[in-house]
């Protein structure tokens, strides 16, 4: 048994958007054992916190692990191959878990990689943050980003995907579960945004089939008819939505249903019209001004956000820029205490895994940052005043 004593830090309380001051951490095994004002009890290694703050490790809900962000997608893909995206995706997790974010969700590498990465992990094969994978992201043949994509277009063919996801992840030995679909186009692909890829009947098929076999839906959904059939299927997380009219937007709280914005990037590609073809720059230009609108309509009706980042996207790296979605979010009128609850204690809880990740309590993973002062003053705290990573109690 290796235990692990934090003294007298000032530890972050996300669910309660507060701080315990002086407080004792004792780690046992990876897992959060004890916190206490004093804690008696001899551990292997002490760490005199006095003064320093502790935050849980950064959840990112949106990571495309094989991407690095210095090109286009897609065009990464088609010259380097699934070999090195797969190398990529190592060092991705490797610089992510460095960087601070403990829990990354991977939501679409070419050729179901990521499984193999989330393995990796979970074996201690490679170091680097937890990796919930969706495989490659499941989208018809009209598609965004088919270099990452399972191709399906009829019903036999989406449940046929879903299932070859389920295989993937029982061998594996991934227990978060999730699939993600390509419901629209995007910003950065040649398609049209427009309409939805499937209809309502194969959305509630999708849906139905996943939760049937204990799996969760993630969907990437741009334009409003897009977004308005996924919500209406209630599709689990909209990735970037960034245009939803009210009643939508109750009826996501309705359904308990989870935006996942993905600001950043767009601002990035907005503002990339010395890198990007003119086109991409235009499209994320139009997103970003429905996104501002959006979160905040979104914010004021009480939906569920949770922080990803679409970390790997053109010029949006190196991994991770969860901190730097952070500032955006503030930026667009978020509190800080919000935030930061959006990429731990929210992110774990849509996840399905509040009960071992997203927030300092006993019984948790000990997930943690240790930083020079306090991120609810300034997030800039996150990157500037990190001195020290945690993710299983082992530092990084
Ligand atoms: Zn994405």
Known sequence: MSSVLF?????????????????????????????????AEAADQVVDAAGLYLAPGAIDMHVHTSWDGTAISEDMDEMYGPFQAFLRSVQTVESTLKGGVTTIRDVGAPVDLAYETALAVQKGWIKGSRVIPC?????????????????????????VAIRQKKKLCVKNAIKCQWIKIMDTGGAAGLEDIGPSMYDQEQLQFIVHEAHRLHMKVAVHAVSIEGIIECIKAGIDTIEHGPDIPDEYLDM??????????????????????????????????????????????????????????????????????????????????????DVIASGTITAAEVLGMADEIGSIDIGKRADLLLLSGNPYEDLHVFTDGLIRVYKDGDPF
């Open 7 to 39: 003294r007298q830090a000032n530890v972050l309380d996300v669910k309660n958007r507060d701080i315990k001051k002086n407080t004792d951490v004792l780690v046992k095994d990876g897992v959060i054992t004890a916190i206490a004002g004093h804690i």
């Open 135 to 159: 495989g490659s992201a499941i989208q018809s043949i009209y598609g965004h980003v088919p270099s990452i994509g399972t191709i399906a277009n009829t019903k036999d063919e989406l449940l």
């Open 252 to 337: 996501m709280k309705e359904k308990n249903l989870t935006l996942v914005p993905t600001l950043g990037i767009y601002k990035i590609l907005s503002e990339s019209a010395d890198s990007l073809p003119a086109f991409i720059v235009e499209r994320s230009a139009m997103v970003t001004r429905q996104q501002r609108d959006t979160f905040a309509r979104a914010m004021k009706r009480g939906v569920r956000i949770a922080l990803g980042t679409d970390a790997g996207s053109p010029n949006w790296g190196p991994h991770p820029v969860a901190f730097k979605e952070m500032l955006v979010m503030e930026d667009y009128g978020m509190s800080r205490e």
